[in-house]
């Protein structure tokens, strides 16, 4: 009902009504966000697990700013434990 405040001549009606949008709207792109970053985390856990790793490192995600290349530089430079066992 949050548009219909929009049609009203009061203004605090309408400055209400774009707040109430603007909630849902910010709202909207917090839980996207979380989901991407949920994903990403199972996507990460998956391949750490594939590499031998513990997949509880991909929580290193969640490291702001430097996390996601914590995680890289990990799978790219490290030693795989996965391949030790193979030779």
């Not at 109430?20 to 949920?38: E, H, Q, S, T, Y």
């Not at 513990?54 to 995680?71: D, N, R």
């Amino acid at each position: 009902m949050a548009f219909l405040a929009l049609l009203d001549p009061n203004p605090d009606a309408a400055a209400a009504g774009i707040m109430a949008l603007g909630c849902f709207v910010w709202a909207f792109i917090a839980l996207f966000v979380l989901a991407i970053m949920v994903f990403q985390i199972w996507l990460f856990w998956r391949i750490f697990s594939k590499a031998g790793y513990s997949g509880a490192m991909s929580l290193l995600i969640l490291i702001p700013a430097f996390g996601p290349l914590i995680v890289l530089c990990i799978l790219a430079f490290g030693n795989w434990p996965i391949l030790k066992d193979r030779s």
